[in-house]
């Protein structure tokens, strides 16, 4: 007969619990990124060449000890990014909070209640007595039995979120220094551009004065030397404009460093680099992963989703825990610790969810929204993610021709240069030939350094395509 009990108990605990909905979550988390013939296609050319990757520290091999500098230092005091690493400690201490439940706990308690009963109350000994009741109980537990894997799939859903904040963190500094590597060489360039445009101008004054001359000696009229004060006028304006630009990239950048504007006055511009190559794993797209901080992020909140629809469901079935108590109590405090006041208690505590209102359902149909939502989120990252790549190496590549076309212009401008100079020293042309020469010459030299800044700067975005380096130490399964 108590075999037979012992069998039928768990059915009924079961059949008593709610009723689960027939939706859980699936699907498959494979994408295919359908990238490998566009990486075929610029393999080898255009300076994309196969090599070691990744490189955590990817803005060194633009050999630029200042930049080095600024990227160390920001990594350190920047404040958005210690507001990044702040979350990850949060996520530790909430995983921790729920492994607790894990773990049975253990308590001490003590009590001393004076309680006055009535005349016509239901305790007749003690009507209209004034009782002091005292309690001890040095061993309280109690311990839930995680029998269907709420408790277990709560603390991996927390684990995720401490992985997802950890991803999160890894995307910050990847932003940080892609900011930051992207306005150094911005200024780089510009202080570059701007000897080229203050030399524009010494020339256009030049040329003014010549002009200004010829028309004193009426070889020219007044015309010549107006078109020449606007052209002046037009360069020391492009000055005025570069020096106000290079102002700002300087004070972006302290404030990316976690600094006020003062310091970034401070900051060597260095000679910008020629960034003509970059290097990529010819296996890019299985390991995408492992490379896009943003993808392992979307990767884990897939994870997170999953398990807390594995808490959802297991809230239908019966709740579980073990309570045990041990002290003394008494009504006469003199005699509390007399041994027939010892009282102890242990047993289980079983709670089945048989009616809640629908409430379990509606909160299993928003986790399992919510997986889904997550998976498609995942999905869409992998797109996005293998989209950029593809947009930045068609950037590259478009830059790189570019600056091919305009070194053969350099070429043909110098050359001119050097034929009006000639013919100056001839005595077949004036002055005036060798300075517009040499103008041009500067504007297609200041037209060069533009595709130079714009190169570099697709160099920093297409190492932030590609992850910038980062590697999540540890993958979900």
């Not at 009006?420 to 300075?435: L, M, P, R």
Request: aromatic residues 6%; charged residues 20%.
């Amino acid at each position: 007969m108590k075999r037979r009990i012992a069998l039928i108990l768990p059915l009924l605990l079961l059949g008593a619990c709610a009723r689960l909905p027939p939706h859980l979550p699936g699907g498959k988390m494979a994408q295919d990124t359908q990238i490998s013939g566009t990486l075929a296609y610029v393999d080898g050319h255009n300076g994309v060449l196969t090599g070691t990757w990744p490189v955590s520290n990817w803005w060194t091999s633009a050999q630029l000890p200042a930049l080095n500098t600024l990227i160390s230092e920001a990594l350190r005091d920047n404040p958005s990014l210690q507001v990044a690493s702040a979350r990850i400690l949060q996520a530790k201490a909430a995983a921790a909070d729920q492994h607790a439940a894990l773990l049975p706990h253990f308590a001490a308690g003590a009590s001393v209640t004076q309680e006055h009963f009535s005349r016509q109350g239901l305790h007749a000994p003690l009507n209209g007595k004034t009782i002091t009741y005292g309690a001890l109980n040095p061993l309280e537990m109690r311990y839930h039995l995680d029998l269907w894997g709420r408790d277990s799939d709560r603390v991996r859903a927390a684990l995720g979120e401490v992985r997802v904040h950890q991803a999160d963190y890894a995307e910050a500094k990847i932003l940080l220094s892609t900011q930051l590597a992207w306005h150094y060489l911005l200024l780089a360039g510009d202080v570059q551009r701007l000897r080229q445009l203050d030399r524009a101008e010494v020339l256009h004054t030049s040329l003014l004065r010549l002009e200004q001359q010829r028309w004193h000696d009426g070889l020219s009229d007044a015309r010549a030397v107006y078109l020449q004060e606007e052209a002046r006028a037009g360069a020391r304006q492009s000055v005025a404009d570069m020096r106000a630009a290079i102002a700002q990239q300087r004070y972006i950048l302290a404030a990316l460093v976690g600094h006020g504007p003062d310091w970034g006055r401070d900051i060597p511009a260095e000679p910008l680099p020629t960034l003509s190559t970059i290097t990529m794993p010819r296996n890019l797209p299985l390991r995408l992963i492992a490379h896009r901080p943003d993808i392992v992020a979307a990767r884990w909140e897939t994870e997170v989703a999953a398990q807390q629809v594995g808490a959802a469901r297991a809230a239908f079935y019966p709740d579980v825990n073990i309570a045990l108590f041990a002290g003394w109590n008494s009504i006469h405090l003199g005699d509390l610790f007399s041994p027939g006041n010892l009282a102890h208690a242990l047993g289980p505590v079983i709670s089945l969810p048989i009616f809640e209102g629908g409430r379990l359902r509606a909160q299993l149909k928003e986790k399992n929204a919510l997986y889904l939502a997550t998976e498609d989120h995942y999905r869409a990252t992998i797109l996005g993610a293998v989209r950029e790549i593809a947009g930045r190496l068609a950037t590259w590549r478009q830059i790189r021709q570019k600056l091919r076309a305009q070194r053969q212009m350099i070429f043909a401008a110098e050359h001119t240069t050097a034929l009006a100079e000639s013919a100056f020293h001839s005595g077949i042309t004036d002055k005036a030939e060798v300075y517009s020469a040499q103008i041009q010459e500067t504007e297609i030299n200041n037209q060069l350094l533009a595709l130079k800044m714009q190169n570099a700067q697709s160099w920093v975005l297409l190492h932030s395509a590609l992850g910038g380096g980062y590697t999540s130490r540890k993958n979900p399964a």
